[in-house]
């Protein structure tokens, strides 16, 4: 692979990142406002609905782009075809699952939905729902070029596909939500943006990469094989949509729409706040999976583990002290009136979130040593354990009642026994890495206690007063954080690129 694909791909990756991120926070409050909650609400049950039913992938989509890429190192170009030709055809079979299970429930939307939802509200969830199902049919076939595109590398022509149809999806909802448009039309858009990208796709590998799909004998012991690849990934995959799909569903089945509608504002932040982490850990995995895979002794992956959580909570600490301290105000001026509510839900996320971001790199390692067993099965028992809790809670508190749940699963699976099983059974010095945690956060802790007093002087009623507060905020955290609670490599990684631009000035 050409080096200005892995570097111009990983630059894109960054833009792609930016650009949801952005888009998130300026097209989602236009989109609150045109919509109203009930139909923001209609729209988040269903896509919570569909979302459960791409877990149907099967994991399938991770083991096209590593077995493609074996091939590829081995130069079996035949193998390749026929691997293409066989998931096409599983794919398939996966598609026509997914419209009978969308069936039987667009068939008992009734019984499900009846109690929390009007006659109007139930019509529209169940043609929003008719349509999300058959896009994500059609994806399912299609989706096997994507993993195609990834498997040989051909990072530009992804990610640039990816930013035109971010900035033209999110151009045309403006313009019909102007127009008066709603839920439905945005489900359209949706749909006809994604049939596009699918065909994009197919062309690009047909024609560019000359790819071919050769319908043979079925292979049941290859798949056999995939399987047993795919089923810890299929079983994460189940993980994160309980968690973070389940909520909404439950919520519309016994609370109503506009419950939901502040529930998928508060998942919206949790998302973009997991993104920070994610696009930080990444710069560090290639050398973590190599370390990992010559098996070096426990000391030099505990060093990194420990300097890598480090890095990642400089950013976690700051937003999450900034969410909390300015995050209330931030909701009521960015969703409107009737969000207040959203600032609960999603600090009870950000909360027991921000360590399992900080150890991220614990799956890597994992992974690297094929141990992803234990933590699969885990995660999957304390999100049904978290599901369990959600419905009676939910029928209660609502929305914080439900998050609660979630958050409850979060402590008990991600820090207290992952962090007991990487000191254990991992040999990372789990220990060293809290100390270290723990001496870092006396600063943000005191300087967030300061602020809330503060801020209880005033009241950031306006944008213009709330980013002066939020600039008042970095300008004493940052050069304080950076004192006090950086270590010296920590202060480097800072230093270094500014001494090289000052001397290229």
């Given at each position: 692979?050409?080096?200005?694909?892995?570097?111009?791909?990983?630059?894109?990756?960054?833009?792609?990142?930016?650009?949801?991120?952005l888009?998130?926070?300026?097209?989602?409050?236009?989109?609150?406002?045109?919509?109203?909650?009930?139909?923001?609400?209609?729209?988040?049950?269903?896509?919570?609905?569909?979302?459960?039913?791409?877990?149907?992938?099967?994991?399938?989509?991770?083991?096209?782009?590593?077995?493609?890429?074996?091939?590829?190192?081995?130069?079996?170009?035949?193998?390749?075809y026929?691997?293409?030709?066989?998931?096409?055809?599983?794919?398939?079979?996966i598609?026509?699952?997914?419209?009978?299970?969308?069936?039987?429930?667009?068939?008992?939307?009734?019984?499900?939905?009846?109690?929390?939802?009007?006659?109007?509200?139930?019509?529209r969830t169940?043609?929003?729902?008719?349509?999300?199902?058959a896009?994500?049919?059609?994806?399912?076939?299609?989706?096997?070029?994507?993993?195609?595109?990834?498997?040989?590398?051909?990072?530009?022509?992804?990610?640039v596909?990816?930013?035109v149809?971010?900035?033209?999806?999110?151009?045309?909802?403006?313009?019909?939500?102007?127009?008066?448009?709603?839920?439905?039309?945005?489900?359209?858009?949706?749909?006809?943006?994604?049939?596009?990208?699918?065909?994009?796709?197919?062309?690009?590998?047909?024609?560019?990469?000359?790819?071919?799909?050769?319908?043979?004998?079925?292979?049941?012991?290859?798949?056999?094989?995939?399987?047993?690849?795919?089923?810890?990934?299929f079983?994460?995959?189940?993980?994160?949509?309980?968690?973070?799909?389940?909520?909404?569903?439950?919520?519309?089945?016994?609370?109503?729409?506009?419950?939901?509608?502040?529930?998928?504002v508060?998942?919206?932040?949790?998302?973009?706040?997991?993104?920070?982490?994610?696009?930080?850990?990444?710069?560090?995995?290639?050398?973590?999976?190599?370390?990992?895979?010559?098996?070096?002794?426990?000391?030099?992956?505990?060093?990194?583990?420990?300097?890598?959580?480090?890095?990642?909570?400089?950013?976690?600490?700051?937003?999450?002290?900034?969410?909390?301290?300015?995050?209330?105000?931030?909701i009521?001026?960015?969703?409107?009136?009737?969000y207040?509510?959203?600032?609960?839900?999603?600090m009870?996320?950000?909360?027991?979130?921000?360590?399992?971001?900080?150890?991220?790199?614990?799956?890597?390692?994992?992974?690297?040593?094929?141990?992803?067993?234990?933590?699969?099965?885990?995660?999957l028992?304390?999100?049904?354990?978290?599901?369990?809790?959600q419905?009676?809670?939910?029928?209660?508190?609502?929305?914080?009642?439900?998050?609660?749940?979630?958050?409850?699963?979060?402590?008990?699976?991600q820090?207290?026994?992952m962090?007991?099983?990487?000191?254990?059974?991992?040999?990372?010095?789990?220990v060293?890495?809290?100390?270290?945690?723990?001496?870092?956060?006396?600063?943000?802790?005191?300087?967030?206690?300061?602020?809330?007093?503060?801020?209880?002087?005033?009241?950031?009623?306006?944008?213009?007063?709330?980013?002066?507060?939020?600039?008042?905020?970095?300008?004493?955290?940052?050069?304080?954080?950076?004192?006090?609670?950086?270590?010296?490599?920590?202060?480097?990684?800072?230093?270094?690129?500014?001494?090289?631009?000052?001397?290229k000035?």
């Open positions: 692979m050409p080096k200005s694909q892995l570097k111009i791909g990983a630059l894109l990756s960054y833009v792609v990142l930016a650009l949801q991120n888009v998130g926070l300026v097209y989602t409050p236009f989109m609150l406002r045109m919509m109203g909650k009930s139909e923001y609400g209609l729209y988040s049950i269903a896509a919570s609905i569909v979302a459960y039913l791409t877990i149907l992938d099967l994991g399938f989509g991770n083991a096209i782009v590593r077995y493609t890429a074996k091939y590829r190192a081995e130069g079996k170009q035949e193998e390749q026929r691997m293409f030709g066989m998931f096409f055809l599983l794919y398939c079979v598609g026509i699952i997914t419209l009978v299970v969308g069936g039987v429930l667009y068939l008992n939307a009734e019984n499900i939905f009846d109690a929390s939802m009007t006659a109007i509200e139930l019509q169940k043609w929003i729902l008719v349509l999300m199902v896009n994500l049919a059609i994806t399912f076939p299609f989706s096997l070029f994507g993993s195609i595109i990834t498997a040989y590398e051909q990072f530009v022509f992804q990610k596909v990816a930013i149809r971010i900035i033209l999806n999110t151009a045309t909802m403006v313009v019909l939500l102007t127009m008066g448009y709603r839920a439905v039309a945005m489900v359209v858009v949706a749909t006809i943006f994604n049939v596009v990208t699918l065909g994009m796709n197919f062309w690009y590998c047909k024609h560019y990469l000359k790819i071919k799909l050769k319908f043979t004998k079925f292979q049941w012991g290859f798949l056999k094989e995939v399987s047993v690849y795919s089923f810890w990934i079983l994460n995959a189940i993980m994160d949509r309980i968690y973070w799909s389940t909520g909404q569903f439950v919520l519309g089945a016994y609370v109503g729409t506009a419950v939901v509608a502040v529930y998928a508060a998942i919206q932040l949790e998302q973009m706040y997991m993104s920070f982490s994610t696009a930080i850990s990444g710069v560090f995995l290639p050398k973590v999976t190599a370390m990992a895979v010559m098996d070096s002794d426990g000391k030099a992956i505990s060093d990194l583990f420990i300097k890598t959580g480090r890095i990642q909570y400089c950013i976690m600490a700051l937003v999450l002290t900034g969410f909390f301290l300015f995050g209330r105000q931030f009521c001026l960015w969703a409107g009136e009737g207040d509510d959203a600032y609960t839900i999603a009870l996320f950000f909360i027991p979130l921000t360590i399992p971001l900080c150890q991220n790199l614990g799956i890597t390692i994992l992974q690297a040593r094929n141990q992803m067993r234990f933590r699969s099965l885990l995660y028992f304390i999100s049904l354990t978290s599901l369990g809790a419905i009676p809670l939910s029928k209660y508190y609502g929305g914080i009642g439900c998050a609660v749940a979630i958050a409850g699963a979060l402590i008990l699976g820090v207290i026994i962090n007991v099983y990487y000191q254990i059974r991992q040999r990372i010095d789990i060293r890495f809290w100390f270290e945690i723990l001496k870092m956060s006396i600063v943000p802790a005191i300087l967030t206690g300061a602020a809330y007093y503060a801020l209880q002087q005033f009241v950031l009623d306006s944008i213009l007063e709330l980013c002066l507060g939020i600039i008042l905020y970095l300008l004493v955290y940052l050069p304080l954080f950076f004192a006090l609670s950086m270590n010296a490599y920590e202060r480097d990684l800072i230093l270094q690129p500014v001494k090289r631009l000052l001397k000035g």
